[in-house]
């Protein structure tokens, strides 16, 4: 035993002190020292340490004494620590006993053999630091969480492949070596020699002889034990009872903790208050409680340092919670140290042998006496938010060193850490520190690994308890039981940004797909899919929003947390498809449990819906009265959106027709489908025709997240396909008439007229243009259901066809360099787009700036292939608005360049899977055919109609679809098949009485010519082009007869034949006549309009003459009355104004509401007379005053912004 007097030699001799520090760095370089640098006495000491522990019965009291007499005189011996005197002294008088013990011998011969006799793991379990750079592999690595350290990356084959590279936050390793996280070339250089020496279930320990493993189990068990008790100790002035000193000194630390909420100014300020130090001193404990977690500030007696607590607690603690402060005695903090040296001691140690590690490994998961949760590991973890920083860094990298490189013992750790995952996350959601400083982040290195995650959803049932936890947290629900954000206090939100990586968690059990399925698998994973639908039930329908009217809103609705939950959840959503497509028995169940879900939901939602019939062209449906305007609506419809991917599954795996039987195919109620994704689409309808302004900024957020890259897969995308689903399993004529009701637009096309009796009527001119938007955005949808078929399952298509017509649209808008192109791209769980695979085939890459040095590559452009150009659609569905007018102005301006005609046809479509067959008949149904019939109606006689190019543009567009498809079906049709799309017939017959109106190919001839219409002449003589190309193809086609839908027609003859052509050619004829005279009286309008002035001056001269001959006073022209019988009424002039507040537009009258200009009224002396003169009392001045000196005048200025009086006032 080292005696005092021997431990106080070394501590104040300064040569036997260097001679030390000499032989120990020999000693740590595997060397022998120097003869003059041994220190004989040294070992001689550590050997009778060693003997006394080898002869004890009690181990455990001998070695606590050995602590408790010698760790409170190695540290913390002041106010101002020197850790490494400290370290030394510890090597020296505790460290070295403890590993003379474990190797029987000097330590420094004692472990080169155990390290020689080692068979090395092929794991490399490089942990690694804060800022060092890591390498993903983007073509072999399992997930993005899989990455090398430098070493092995250079060393292995992935250099030579597309690769990602990042910087460490620390906390992580080197992943070289794990077969299961990369599809190839999981070994570098370095580590592959090992590979063929090494037998996978070999147990380590058989390479350290029996001695070894008693006495390092031993040591292992007591110290390990010793660490674990001391730094989760949890009294401040008191040792555990096998450690107290006998004789206690009043010595005490302040001790400041480290937060997440206080900053270091306010941290700085509060120390130089509390313990009277300088600004550079605060800064250093400012700088070390935020790196270590916690530092001491002062040191002395209880009461001095309990003086320095109360203030830094009482300036601290106004706004938010105070600093955590603790006065320790200086005996706990000193044992505290030593055990975290230990715990670092114990990594350094196990890194010798895989034995070591094995028996380290052995100790820690060993039960205790208290049964469950009682092992050293479970008790840190369950520690963990108690514990400092500093002292959460150092366990979690032993745990990563040892529990985590060993094979065996990982699995039962992830077992140890799934059944504490609540219990952890909880402690994680309530504390302060960052998500990296908690045991909770070491699920990364558990969940990603394949094995360990089917293990653990198998046996642990992990899937519905991570949801299920992520769920107790967000308990804050509304009467229908959906998530309720509005009312988030700052504590409720600061948890619900923390449970968000609960998620991320879901994420990593479900990134790598199962290849096999057992039976229990597919059990737990429906039961977590149980779990996954009543989270989604508690997102459908939240936060929905009501149409503003009268007043502008008040405050902006939270709306931020349900999207960024959504946004979340996004890949989460995606990988439970893609786990649900690998086995069809799951995919069944699952769209099962959904269904019945959606039904739940839809049976809970109390709209006051009323039943209603509609009925258009002899078609009548049954149906609800719902006013999206009028009633609630919510954008967040994660089941409908959800039971639509797996529809689509169904189509794509052909499970929908080798086992019709199984699906309850025949219990789907397309309305019930199509009602709430239609109702958010109207709404995105109607919030661009201007009707929700009032509603503010909140609402127009949320729909453009709608359609942000980051959601639209899970959100947008989905309800286009639901709609697609509906259509495809109803009839289309009523699918028409509900979506007419639902934007509102039914009056207008059902009543015959309306439109001419609304544009008639004085109207507000807003509400004329919100119904042409409307009927805008119900064409554009209709165009989207019949022409968006590129999802695999939809479309017979693959997913590098849809990555392929993204980029070509994109590439549409203009050429683009590939960070660009990258980020309007979707990305996968795994971060990848799928560009690299396709871009070659769809775009030339042309460099624009060339490189400022030798060697390096110039900035570039990727540029779309001119044989891409036939693949653009003009209304893809991706597209802003903006986009979509840009593409369509670098289209045309290409095609005019190219010197061909300007019209952008529709371009031909992959054939619909035969789940989705039917959806192509909405393109001739009977109600349809009438809506295109009307609105061209209304632009040949477009001066009785309101009508805009926009909607004539779109309706252009779906009558080329139409004709495209019916194309395609008579190129594709085999021999003795009829083909039943008869689009071209349909448009060549006139409408039917009572309501006779021309034909739709007649009003395109009629349009064709029309002076107004000069832009459209391409897009309609294509269109006609193409009608005579069907039209020969029919006739040319013997071998099979072409069938009608909507029944038999029986051959013309000849003479009928020239009966229809003479009237058609008649109803030409007068239609043109008709449109000669409203030209004419077009030019007469138009050249009044722009002669005006012109002809009130000569209003006026006549009027003045007639008042000089009558000898009358002269009467204002803006009195004027037309009188007799052809009266006519005098034009008013109108004008409108828009408030800037709530945007509402409204017409200038007496009667309407006040409207008023934000105005600044000030002196001015710009004009000054007397410069000179001072004003004595400016206070009390009269701006609005003006003195004959014309010293000072009054200037008012205006934005001109005009505003409603209230919306001011408010």
């Given at each position: 035993?080292?005696?005092?007097?021997?431990?106080?030699?070394?501590?104040?001799?300064?040569?036997?002190?260097?001679?030390?520090?000499?032989?120990?760095?020999?000693?740590?370089?595997?060397?022998?020292?120097?003869?003059?640098?041994?220190?004989?006495?040294?070992?001689?000491?550590?050997?009778?340490?060693?003997?006394?522990?080898?002869?004890?019965?009690?181990?455990?009291?001998?070695?606590?004494?050995?602590?408790?007499?010698?760790?409170?005189?190695?540290?913390?011996?002041?106010?101002?620590?020197?850790?490494?005197?400290?370290?030394?002294?510890?090597?020296?008088?505790?460290?070295?006993?403890?590993?003379?013990?474990?190797?029987?011998?000097?330590?420094?011969?004692?472990?080169?053999?155990?390290?020689?006799?080692?068979?090395?793991?092929?794991?490399?379990?490089?942990?690694?630091?804060?800022?060092?750079?890591?390498?993903?592999?983007?073509?072999?690595?399992?997930?993005?969480?899989?990455?090398?350290?430098?070493?092995?990356?250079?060393?292995?084959?992935?250099?030579?492949?597309?690769?990602?590279?990042?910087?460490?936050?620390?906390?992580?390793?080197?992943?070289?070596?794990?077969?299961?996280?990369?599809?190839?070339?999981?070994?570098?250089?370095?580590?592959?020699?090992?590979?063929?020496?090494?037998?996978?279930?070999?147990?380590?320990?058989?390479?350290?002889?029996?001695?070894?493993?008693?006495?390092?189990?031993?040591?292992?068990?007591?110290?390990?034990?010793?660490?674990?008790?001391?730094?989760?100790?949890?009294?401040?002035?008191?040792?555990?009872?096998?450690?107290?000193?006998?004789?206690?000194?009043?010595?005490?630390?302040?001790?400041?903790?480290?937060?997440?909420?206080?900053?270091?100014?306010?941290?700085?300020?509060?120390?130089?208050?509390?313990?009277?130090?300088?600004?550079?001193?605060?800064?250093?404990?400012?700088?070390?409680?935020?790196?270590?977690?916690?530092?001491?500030?002062?040191?002395?007696?209880?009461?001095?340092?309990?003086?320095?607590?109360?203030?830094?607690?009482?300036?601290?603690?106004?706004?938010?919670?105070?600093?955590?402060?603790?006065?320790?005695?200086?005996?706990?903090?000193?044992?505290?140290?030593?055990?975290?040296?230990?715990?670092?001691?114990?990594?350094?140690?196990?890194?010798?042998?895989?034995?070591?590690?094995?028996?380290?490994?052995?100790?820690?998961?060993?039960?205790?006496?208290?049964?469950?949760?009682?092992?050293?590991?479970?008790?840190?973890?369950?520690?963990?938010?108690?514990?400092?920083?500093?002292?959460?860094?150092?366990?979690?990298?032993?745990?990563?060193?040892?529990?985590?490189?060993?094979?065996?013992?990982?699995?039962?750790?992830?077992?140890?850490?799934?059944?504490?995952?609540?219990?952890?996350?909880?402690?994680?959601?309530?504390?302060?520190?960052?998500?990296?400083?908690?045991?909770?982040?070491?699920?990364?290195?558990?969940?990603?690994?394949?094995?360990?995650?089917?293990?653990?959803?198998?046996?642990?049932?992990?899937?519905?308890?991570?949801?299920?936890?992520?769920?107790?947290?967000?308990?804050?629900?509304?009467?229908?039981?959906?998530?309720?954000?509005?009312?988030?206090?700052?504590?409720?939100?600061?948890?619900?940004?923390?449970?968000?990586?609960?998620?991320?968690?879901?994420?990593?059990?479900?990134?790598?797909?199962?290849?096999?399925?057992?039976?229990?698998?597919?059990?737990?994973?429906?039961?977590?899919?149980?779990?996954?639908?009543?989270?989604?039930?508690?997102?459908?329908?939240?936060?929905?929003?009501?149409?503003?009217?009268?007043?502008?809103?008040?405050?902006?609705?939270?709306?931020?947390?349900?999207?960024?939950?959504?946004?979340?959840?996004?890949?989460?959503?995606?990988?439970?498809?893609?786990?649900?497509?690998?086995?069809?028995?799951?995919?069944?169940?699952?769209?099962?449990?959904?269904?019945?879900?959606?039904?739940?939901?839809?049976?809970?939602?109390?709209?006051?819906?009323?039943?209603?019939?509609?009925?258009?062209?002899?078609?009548?449906?049954?149906?609800?009265?719902?006013?999206?305007?009028?009633?609630?609506?919510?954008?967040?419809?994660?089941?409908?959106?959800?039971?639509?991917?797996?529809?689509?599954?169904?189509?794509?795996?052909?499970?929908?027709?080798?086992?019709?039987?199984?699906?309850?195919?025949?219990?789907?109620?397309?309305?019930?489908?199509?009602?709430?994704?239609?109702?958010?689409?109207?709404?995105?309808?109607?919030?661009?025709?201007?009707?929700?302004?009032?509603?503010?900024?909140?609402?127009?957020?949320?729909?453009?997240?709608?359609?942000?890259?980051?959601?639209?897969?899970?959100?947008?995308?989905?309800?286009?396909?639901?709609?697609?689903?509906?259509?495809?399993?109803?009839?289309?004529?009523?699918?028409?008439?509900?979506?007419?009701?639902?934007?509102?637009?039914?009056?207008?096309?059902?009543?015959?007229?309306?439109?001419k009796r609304l544009s008639s009527e004085i109207t507000h001119k807003d509400v004329v243009q919100q119904n042409n938007t409307l009927i805008e955005e119900m064409l554009y949808l209709i165009i989207m259901l019949v022409g968006e078929r590129f999802s695999p399952g939809v479309g017979q298509v693959n997913a590098t066809d849809e990555i392929k017509r993204e980029i070509i649209h994109q590439l549409s808008i203009k050429p683009m360099a590939h960070s660009e192109l990258v980020k309007?791209?979707?990305?996968?769980?795994?971060?990848?787009?799928?560009?690299?695979?396709?871009?070659?085939?769809?775009?030339?890459?042309?460099?624009?700036?060339?490189?400022?040095?030798?060697?390096?590559?110039?900035?570039?452009?990727?540029?779309?292939?001119?044989?891409?150009?036939?693949?653009?659609?003009?209304?893809?569905?991706?597209?802003?608005?903006?986009?979509?007018?840009?593409?369509?102005?670098?289209?045309?301006?290409?095609?005019?360049?190219?010197?061909?005609?300007?019209?952008?046809?529709?371009?031909?479509?992959?054939?619909?899977?035969?789940?989705?067959?039917?959806?192509?008949?909405?393109?001739?149904?009977?109600?349809?055919?009438?809506?295109?019939?009307?609105?061209?109606?209304?632009?040949?006689?477009?001066?009785?109609?309101?009508?805009?190019?926009?909607?004539?543009?779109?309706?252009?567009?779906?009558?080329?679809?139409?004709?495209?498809?019916?194309?395609?079906?008579?190129?594709?049709?085999?021999?003795?098949?009829?083909?039943?799309?008869?689009?071209?017939?349909?448009?060549?017959?006139?409408?039917?009485?009572?309501?006779?109106?021309?034909?739709?190919?007649?009003?395109?001839?009629?349009?064709?010519?029309?002076?107004?219409?000069?832009?459209?002449?391409?897009?309609?003589?294509?269109?006609?082009?193409?009608?005579?190309?069907?039209?020969?193809?029919?006739?040319?086609?013997?071998?099979?007869?072409?069938?009608?839908?909507?029944?038999?027609?029986?051959?013309?003859?000849?003479?009928?034949?020239?009966?229809?052509?003479?009237?058609?050619?008649?109803?030409?004829?007068?239609?043109?006549?008709?449109?000669?005279?409203?030209?004419?009286?077009?030019?007469?309008?138009?050249?009044?309009?722009?002669?005006?002035?012109?002809?009130?001056?000569?209003?006026?001269?006549?009027?003045?003459?007639?008042?000089?001959?009558?000898?009358?006073?002269?009467?204002?022209?803006?009195?004027?009355?037309?009188?007799?019988?052809?009266?006519?009424?005098?034009?008013?002039?109108?004008?409108?104004?828009?408030?800037?507040?709530?945007?509402?537009?409204?017409?200038?009258?007496?009667?309407?509401?006040?409207?008023?200009?934000?105005?600044?009224?000030?002196?001015?002396?710009?004009?000054?007379?007397?410069?000179?003169?001072?004003?004595?009392?400016?206070?009390?001045?009269?701006p609005l005053f003006m003195h004959p000196d014309l010293s000072c005048g009054t200037h008012t200025g205006s934005c001109g912004h005009v505003m409603h009086a209230h919306c001011w006032q408010s």
């Amino acid at each position: 035993m080292i005696s005092v007097c021997f431990f106080h030699y070394f501590f104040f001799n300064p040569l036997v002190w260097a001679v030390f520090i000499s032989a120990s760095y020999y000693n740590h370089q595997g060397f022998s020292a120097p003869n003059g640098l041994r220190l004989s006495k040294r070992f001689e000491k550590e050997k009778a340490v060693l003997q006394k522990w080898l002869q004890s019965t009690d181990l455990t009291r001998e070695v606590y004494q050995h602590l408790a007499h010698y760790v409170p005189k190695i540290y913390c011996r002041g106010p101002n620590p020197f850790p490494q005197r400290e370290d030394m002294l510890a090597q020296l008088v505790l460290l070295g006993p403890m590993e003379w013990y474990i190797c029987g011998e000097d330590p420094a011969f004692g472990f080169p053999k155990l390290e020689q006799a080692n068979k090395p793991s092929h794991l490399c379990g490089r942990v690694f630091k804060v800022g060092e750079p890591t390498y993903s592999c983007r073509d072999c690595a399992v997930d993005p969480t899989c990455v090398l350290c430098m070493e092995c990356f250079l060393g292995s084959i992935h250099r030579d492949h597309r690769y990602r590279m990042t910087t460490s936050g620390g906390g992580g390793f080197c992943d070289c070596g794990d077969t299961e996280a990369w599809k190839e070339g999981p070994y570098c250089e370095k580590h592959k020699l090992n590979t063929s020496e090494i037998e996978e279930e070999e147990d380590p320990l058989i390479h350290l002889p029996e001695d070894v493993i008693t006495r390092t189990y031993n040591i292992f068990a007591i110290m390990f034990h010793y660490a674990v008790e001391i730094l989760t100790w949890e009294k401040e002035s008191e040792l555990p009872a096998d450690l107290e000193m006998v004789e206690k000194t009043d010595t005490y630390y302040c001790m400041l903790f480290n937060d997440e909420v206080h900053t270091y100014e306010q941290v700085i300020y509060t120390l130089q208050k509390a313990v009277n130090c300088t600004q550079k001193e605060a800064i250093g404990f400012a700088t070390t409680v935020d790196r270590d977690g916690r530092r001491s500030v002062r040191y002395g007696d209880f009461a001095y340092c309990e003086q320095a607590k109360s203030v830094i607690v009482r300036n601290t603690s106004r706004q938010t919670k105070p600093l955590k402060v603790q006065v320790m005695h200086s005996s706990i903090v000193a044992h505290q140290n030593f055990g975290l040296k230990l715990l670092s001691w114990l990594g350094s140690i196990i890194g010798y042998s895989d034995g070591l590690r094995r028996i380290l490994c052995q100790v820690g998961l060993q039960e205790g006496p208290d049964g469950e949760n009682s092992s050293l590991v479970d008790r840190l973890m369950l520690n963990d938010s108690k514990l400092w920083k500093g002292a959460r860094s150092m366990y979690h990298q032993l745990f990563m060193s040892s529990l985590l490189m060993d094979l065996k013992y990982k699995k039962l750790f992830a077992v140890r850490f799934a059944k504490n995952y609540e219990r952890l996350q909880s402690d994680y959601v309530t504390d302060d520190h960052d998500r990296e400083f908690s045991v909770a982040d070491l699920s990364v290195q558990i969940f990603t690994v394949p094995s360990l995650a089917r293990m653990l959803i198998t046996e642990e049932n992990l899937l519905t308890i991570i949801i299920k936890t992520f769920m107790d947290h967000l308990r804050h629900r509304d009467a229908q039981g959906r998530f309720q954000f509005e009312r988030y206090t700052a504590l409720q939100a600061f948890k619900f940004r923390r449970v968000q990586s609960l998620i991320l968690d879901l994420k990593y059990v479900l990134i790598s797909k199962p290849t096999e399925w057992s039976d229990d698998l597919r059990q737990k994973f429906l039961e977590g899919f149980d779990a996954f639908l009543e989270l989604l039930k508690c997102m459908q329908g939240m936060d929905p929003v009501t149409r503003q009217v009268g007043q502008h809103i008040e405050m902006e609705p939270e709306w931020e947390a349900a999207f960024t939950l959504q946004m979340k959840l996004t890949h989460v959503i995606s990988m439970m498809q893609d786990w649900c497509a690998l086995d069809e028995k799951v995919l069944i169940e699952a769209y099962k449990k959904c269904l019945a879900v959606l039904m739940q939901c839809h049976g809970g939602f109390t709209d006051g819906e009323q039943p209603v019939t509609l009925s258009i062209c002899g078609h009548s449906v049954e149906t609800i009265r719902y006013c999206v305007s009028q009633e609630k609506v919510s954008i967040h419809l994660p089941i409908s959106r959800l039971l639509a991917g797996l529809h689509v599954l169904l189509s794509k795996s052909e499970v929908a027709y080798k086992f019709p039987e199984l699906l309850p195919l025949s219990e789907l109620s397309p309305p019930m489908l199509i009602e709430h994704p239609l109702r958010c689409l109207v709404l995105c309808a109607q919030v661009h025709a201007g009707m929700w302004r009032r509603n503010g900024f909140s609402l127009v957020n949320q729909i453009y997240y709608y359609h942000n890259v980051k959601c639209r897969r899970e959100m947008f995308d989905k309800d286009i396909i639901m709609l697609q689903t509906g259509v495809s399993m109803m009839d289309p004529n009523h699918f028409l008439m509900i979506m007419l009701s639902r934007f509102e637009l039914y009056q207008i096309f059902s009543t015959p007229d309306y439109g001419k009796r609304l544009s008639s009527e004085i109207t507000h001119k807003d509400v004329v243009q919100q119904n042409n938007t409307l009927i805008e955005e119900m064409l554009y949808l209709i165009i989207m259901l019949v022409g968006e078929r590129f999802s695999p399952g939809v479309g017979q298509v693959n997913a590098t066809d849809e990555i392929k017509r993204e980029i070509i649209h994109q590439l549409s808008i203009k050429p683009m360099a590939h960070s660009e192109l990258v980020k309007s791209l979707p990305e996968d769980e795994n971060k990848e787009t799928g560009m690299e695979s396709v871009i070659e085939a769809v775009a030339h890459f042309k460099t624009v700036f060339p490189p400022r040095k030798p060697g390096l590559t110039g900035r570039g452009m990727y540029e779309l292939k001119p044989e891409c150009a036939k693949e653009f659609s003009l209304y893809f569905y991706h597209f802003s608005r903006a986009e979509q007018s840009k593409a369509e102005e670098a289209q045309r301006k290409l095609k005019r360049q190219n010197r061909e005609d300007t019209a952008l046809p529709p371009p031909a479509l992959p054939p619909f899977c035969p789940l989705f067959a039917s959806l192509v008949n909405i393109l001739q149904s009977d109600v349809m055919l009438y809506i295109i019939r009307t609105i061209l109606h209304w632009a040949v006689e477009h001066n009785g109609y309101a009508w805009s190019e926009s909607m004539l543009q779109r309706v252009l567009h779906l009558i080329g679809m139409a004709l495209q498809e019916e194309k395609q079906h008579l190129e594709n049709v085999m021999e003795e098949h009829v083909v039943t799309f008869t689009f071209a017939q349909k448009i060549s017959k006139p409408g039917e009485a009572p309501n006779t109106s021309p034909s739709i190919l007649a009003m395109l001839e009629t349009l064709q010519n029309a002076p107004y219409l000069e832009v459209h002449k391409d897009m309609i003589r294509w269109i006609l082009k193409t009608f005579n190309a069907i039209k020969k193809m029919r006739e040319s086609s013997s071998a099979s007869s072409v069938a009608e839908t909507e029944g038999t027609i029986t051959e013309e003859s000849s003479r009928d034949k020239d009966k229809a052509e003479r009237k058609r050619k008649a109803e030409i004829a007068r239609l043109r006549r008709e449109k000669v005279m409203a030209q004419m009286s077009e030019m007469q309008r138009n050249f009044i309009d722009e002669n005006k002035d012109l002809f009130q001056q000569t209003v006026a001269e006549e009027a003045s003459n007639f008042a000089v001959l009558d000898n009358s006073p002269m009467v204002s022209d803006t009195t004027l009355t037309a009188l007799g019988p052809a009266q006519t009424q005098v034009p008013k002039q109108r004008q409108f104004v828009t408030c800037i507040l709530c945007q509402e537009e409204q017409e200038v009258k007496v009667e309407s509401k006040a409207m008023v200009l934000a105005a600044f009224v000030q002196r001015s002396t710009v004009l000054s007379k007397n410069r000179n003169k001072v004003i004595q009392d400016p206070e009390k001045y009269d701006p609005l005053f003006m003195h004959p000196d014309l010293s000072c005048g009054t200037h008012t200025g205006s934005c001109g912004h005009v505003m409603h009086a209230h919306c001011w006032q408010s």
